[in-house]
């Protein structure tokens, strides 16, 4: 049995903002760009919660957050404070939390700048997991005087749903046989990954709660999202098997050039994409890869238009040490981009902008 945890911080910007200059605290505040007296540009990053009740929230544009602060304030409610955001403070205080969050874990994943999963599998029942958390919460109030909303389940799905479900300073537990009595009645918007469109097309199907959603056989979401569907099937019973892990799987390697000067000259831009063919080669080693089985050359012309082209080998192309994968590589590049400098690519002739390389499938 696993049991996962999601961590939240609460309104993370703005409550550092707060511990720093108590004088804020208790005060309507917004972190983000300068209003300039509702004329400013930019964002708001984070509002808390005495400024999410005058409808300030994360991403709306400043200066319209200044309209209903002022708004509020004539309401005689108390003054919104602005703030511009100080990210390398929050990036320290972060990664402190993020110290934390490693001692308290079997496996911790930083989901954001505020936000990690953890992996407490190994305490073997739900009661303890509650009971290690809830210290957990102490801890970071006490060493960061910051507050957190906690969600705890058998898997990432339903420890990031049950963390915003009590906010702030909430912790949520749902236990295995709670799964799906916990998540039927919710919004069919609480499951990551349905946007305003996805929301909106289900909406038409009459499918609103994710109860709803989930009485939709599998091959009818397939028809509706491609493969994606089966995913939301998934999600739609509280299944995912996705691991707590800070590893980074690279997919691809590869890199770009743009040109100093737009180019139609083939032993120039062949020159080119050989040098690049030995850096990827070298990032691969690097990555300590043994081979990969699809290139793809992408081709940027004069005007913008881009092409990608690739070739796959099923077997794999296997790097060694003898300097065969690398000719290998380079004739395989030479006739991605050949067509580029004829009629079958480039029928008008256009100069080349741009070259990029990239190998995928990686073995
Ligand atoms: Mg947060």
């Given at each position: 049995?696993?049991?996962?945890?999601?961590?939240?911080?609460?309104?993370?910007?703005?409550?550092?903002?707060?511990?720093?200059?108590?004088?804020?605290?208790?005060?309507?505040?917004?972190?983000?760009?300068?209003?300039?007296?509702?004329?400013?540009?930019?964002?708001v990053m984070t509002a808390n919660y005495q400024a999410r009740r005058f409808g300030i929230r994360s991403a709306l544009p400043v200066s319209r957050a200044w309209r209903l602060a002022d708004a509020a304030r004539r309401r005689g409610e108390p003054e919104t404070i602005f703030v511009r955001s100080n990210f390398q403070l929050y990036e320290t205080v972060s990664s402190r939390i993020m110290q934390i969050f490693e001692r308290f874990s079997d496996a911790?994943?930083?989901?954001?700048?505020?936000?990690?999963?953890?992996?407490?599998?190994?305490?073997?029942?739900?009661?303890?997991?509650?009971?290690?958390?809830?210290?957990?919460?102490?801890?970071?109030?006490?060493?960061?005087?910051?507050?957190?909303?906690?969600?705890?389940?058998?898997?990432?799905?339903?420890?990031?749903?049950?963390?915003s479900r009590n906010k702030p300073d909430g912790l949520t537990v749902i236990t295995q046989q709670e799964v799906q009595g916990f998540l039927d009645p919710l919004p069919i918007r609480v499951i990551p990954g349905i946007g305003p469109k996805s929301e909106a097309f289900l909406h038409q199907q009459n499918v609103r709660i994710v109860r709803e959603l989930r009485e939709i056989p599998q091959a009818t979401l397939m028809q509706w999202f491609g493969s994606w569907g089966l995913r939301l099937f998934e999600k739609a019973q509280g299944v995912d098997d996705s691991p707590v892990s800070n590893e980074w799987t690279r997919k691809s390697v590869g890199e770009q050039e743009t040109f100093e000067h737009d180019s139609r000259d083939l032993a120039l831009v062949s020159e080119q994409l050989d040098r690049m063919a030995e850096r990827v080669l070298a990032k691969l080693r690097r990555n300590e890869?043994?081979?990969?089985?699809?290139?793809?050359?992408?081709v940027r012309f004069s005007d913008f238009d881009t092409?990608?082209?690739?070739?796959?080998?099923?077997?794999?192309?296997?790097?060694?040490?003898?300097?065969?994968?690398?000719?290998?590589?380079?004739?395989?590049?030479?006739?991605?981009?050949?067509?580029?400098?004829?009629?079958?690519?480039?029928?008008?002739?256009?100069?080349?902008?741009?070259?990029?390389l990239r190998l995928e499938k990686l073995l």
């Open positions: 049995m696993r049991i996962i945890v999601h961590v939240d911080m609460d309104a993370f910007y703005a409550a550092i903002e707060e511990r720093s200059n108590p004088a804020l605290r208790g005060l309507p505040l917004v972190v983000g760009a300068d209003p300039k007296g509702g004329r400013g540009r930019g964002v911790h994943e930083e989901a954001s700048i505020d936000e990690a999963y953890l992996d407490i599998s190994s305490l073997t029942s739900f009661d303890d997991a509650q009971i290690k958390m809830a210290t957990l919460k102490n801890e970071i109030h006490e060493q960061e005087g910051l507050g957190c909303s906690i969600g705890i389940g058998p898997n990432k799905l339903i420890a990031k749903i049950a963390s890869f043994s081979g990969f089985r699809t290139m793809t050359l992408t092409r990608n082209r690739s070739r796959t080998v099923k077997s794999g192309i296997a790097i060694d040490n003898t300097g065969n994968a690398l000719q290998l590589i380079k004739k395989q590049a030479l006739d991605l981009l050949l067509p580029f400098f004829d009629a079958r690519e480039n029928p008008r002739g256009k100069a080349i902008r741009l070259i990029g």
